[in-house]
């Protein structure tokens, strides 16, 4: 048991680069935990331009409708680049361009306007929401009447409906769920930062040649010290674990409603299996220090943001969501995914991740035996 | 205790040891001398069953080395010439590792590290860690952890490269007290002034073979070197310098300053033919000494090479 109690004394060793690190993560989730999660959003008067092409009745419906909440000043003399400009430079929030054949579109539910915003701003999904509305209801009105009464469509879209939010329904429960789910993304990230600078510089220094020749050439088989290593590595790894699970349920004990434990703590130790095989693999092939740690940093920084640990992946084009899907921290993620998540959805994600885990264990021993054979 | 028969390694096309034979027995120090790649480490590492060797035999106690007979590993113990010690561990950490890896009872082991630390006079430094540690101090930590758990073949790669004078005697007395409580030493250097004085045997290697071996003694008396006697004289001249070499069974006289060496065939009983050359010319002289070949004399007329640092 000497070389297993030797590396738990190495990880002891680490202890002010791992409770530093440990403390920003909890911080940073307490934050969020306490700040997050309760959005609100207010609607505002909107400075607006519009180009009316149209002249009919429907598009003074419409300049109408969005004059009565917000400061609409129609223009003919203004060229679309001039907008595009104002809207850039932020002197309006945004311009609307009626075409001629303004009512054939609505009455067909075709993309009827053109709507220039930022779309940065909060005031683009303001806008884009109001005049979708209108053109709902006006090509309700067309279908339902043959023609479009002002009169009745005003009043349609003045109708309001009052809404009684329940904080213990699936409401409450789905927001539960996604600043678990934000916790255990980051969480994610955390597990493979510590796990592959701690065990990447513990074990660049226990692989150096002079220190393997005195522990080969010692009555302790490679198979036991092998063996000895792992157990170390994993119950630390487990320990790691464990402190970020029961740290989910530490700052979210009140709010446990609609987090799928099971699935996150499964995803939690496969992940940090994962971790330990990918730096088994880089410590046979290096024991510099400064590139474990650098691999440590690109590998964890470059996994996150391409499996959407940091920016939602629902951002990303087409060609980079594909590539996140061959990515084990997305199928670490895919395995909480949802509130009601079954094990059976969850399996695929888990069998990859297994995959993941067994490839690079193999990897680590082929190069591991390579440098043994040249070292000796 | 150690014996190595017609042990052949290769490397690819270099030829590392060449049926390298040689035999060590209890309680000795063994030098093992030889230039920078002659296969002194070579020669060690497949000992310590590091190395695959291609033929030839290595037995140590009389059972056959190989990387699984622990039988064997658990009675040696090895001293690598880099410092193989962990930098976040301090002293008594990195030397109960090490002993760890032989002995498993806490107490026992507890009371071998003690007694190493204080056999390399580190107990100001228990709680050091490497890098607080002088050069000097680092090599004593390291041999520290070669000998903790009391091996009894011993095997020391250059120990004392780039140490202080101060720790370069402590080491040498400790491998000598080493050789008193029964360990046989295999001790690799540069130093052969240093090998000299410490070991009771020498291994002359080069080019992978062994070139010679034996006592010092032995090996004074298997080479041809002449006898080397220096005298200094009160007054001398070019015209002694020539009567000299008129003695007999004198191949050479060389005249440094007032100091003249001259070199005689050797078992002639030339330090007394000398004395009554000099009685009988009248000549005064303030030292007289006749030399044995040095260690250094020997390496150099057995490879034609001298053992630099």
């Not at chain 1, 939690?268 to 095989?277: E, G, H, K, R, S």
């Amino acid at each position: 048991m000497t070389i297993f109690k030797i590396i738990l004394l190495h990880f002891w060793k680490f202890k002010w680069m791992i409770i530093p690190l440990a403390l920003v993560f909890f911080l940073i989730a307490a934050m969020f935990s306490l700040f997050g999660g309760t959005e609100t959003f207010e609607s505002e008067t909107l400075g607006i331009t519009v180009v009316d092409e149209s002249g009919s009745e429907s598009s003074e419906a419409l300049i109408e409708y969005l004059s009565s909440s917000h400061e609409a000043t129609v223009r003919d003399d203004v060229s679309r680049k001039v907008l595009e400009e104002q809207v850039f430079l932020m002197e309006i929030h945004g311009a609307v361009i009626i075409p001629d054949n303004f009512d054939t579109h609505v009455k067909n539910g075709e993309p009827a306007v053109e709507i220039i915003t930022d779309e940065r701003a909060a005031a683009s999904f303001q806008l884009e929401t109001e005049v979708s509305k209108f053109l709902m209801f006006a090509n309700a009105q067309f279908n339902d009447a043959g023609a479009l009464d002002k009169d009745t469509l005003q009043s349609a879209l003045d109708n309001k409906v009052d809404v009684e939010l329940n904080s213990d329904t699936v409401i409450a429960s789905e927001e539960n769920f996604e600043n678990a789910a934000a916790y255990s993304n980051f969480a994610a990230y955390w597990l493979m930062l510590f796990i592959m600078l701690s065990v990447g510089n513990l074990m660049s220094e226990y692989n150096k040649p002079e220190l393997q020749k005195r522990i080969i050439a010692a009555p302790v088989s490679s198979t036991s010290g092998a063996v000895q290593i792992l157990s170390a590595q994993s119950l630390v790894g487990i320990f790691a674990v464990l402190v970020m699970f029961f740290g989910l349920i530490g700052l979210y004990y009140d709010r446990l409603e609609g987090i799928p434990l099971a699935h996150i703590f499964v995803a939690m130790v496969l992940i940090m299996a994962f971790t330990l095989a990918l730096q088994y693999a880089i410590n046979a092939l290096t024991t510099n220090r400064f590139i474990v740690n650098g691999i440590a940093n690109l590998v964890t920084l470059g996994l996150a943001f391409l499996s959407g640990i940091f920016i939602p992946i629902e951002l990303f084009g087409d060609g980079a969501q594909r590539v996140a899907e061959f990515l084990p921290l997305y199928h670490y993620t895919q395995i909480y995914a949802s509130s009601d998540i079954t094990w059976s959805d969850s399996a695929l994600s888990i069998g990859i991740l297994v995959l993941y885990t067994i490839v690079f264990m193999i990897i680590g021993i082929i190069f591991s035996n390579q440098r043994k054979s040249t070292q000796l | 205790m150690i014996a190595m028969d017609k042990v052949v390694k290769r490397y690819k096309d270099v030829i590392a040891l060449d049926h390298f034979s040689f035999r060590a027995g209890r309680n000795e120090i063994i030098g093992l001398l030889g230039p920078n790649g002659c296969g002194k480490t070579t020669a060690i590492n497949c000992m310590l069953s590091l190395l695959k060797f291609d033929q030839g035999t290595i037995e140590l106690f009389g059972d056959t080395v190989s990387p699984n007979n622990n039988k064997i590993k658990r009675r040696i113990g090895i001293v690598p010439q880099e410092l193989a010690i962990f930098d976040k561990l301090n002293v008594v950490e990195n030397i109960d590792f090490y002993c760890g890896l032989y002995i498993t009872n806490k107490a026992e082991r507890k009371q071998l590290v003690d007694e190493a630390i204080e056999f390399v006079g580190l107990e100001k430094y228990r709680k050091f860690v490497p890098k607080q540690l002088s050069g000097g101090l680092k090599r004593r930590l390291n041999i520290a952890c070669g000998i903790a758990h009391k091996p009894e073949i011993l095997f020391l790669d250059e120990p004392t490269v780039a140490v202080d004078a101060q720790s370069r005697n402590f080491i040498l007395e400790g491998v000598k007290k080493m050789k008193d409580r029964g360990t046989t030493v295999v001790y690799t250097t540069h130093y052969l002034e240093e090998a000299e004085d410490l070991c009771d045997s020498f291994v002359i290697m080069d080019n992978g073979r062994n070139v010679a071996n034996g006592t010092l003694d032995e090996l004074q008396k298997s080479i041809s070197t002449t006898e080397s006697i220096t005298v200094k004289f009160i007054s001398g001249d070019d015209a002694l310098t020539e009567r000299l070499k008129q003695l007999p069974h004198v191949n050479q006289v060389v005249k440094t300053g007032d100091r003249y060496n001259i070199q005689f065939e050797k078992h002639h009983n030339n330090l007394a033919n000398l004395i009554r050359f000099i009685e009988d010319h009248s000549l005064t002289y303030t030292e007289i000494a006749s030399e044995q070949p040095s260690l250094s004399s020997i390496f150099l007329e057995l490879t034609g090479k001298e053992l630099r640092d």
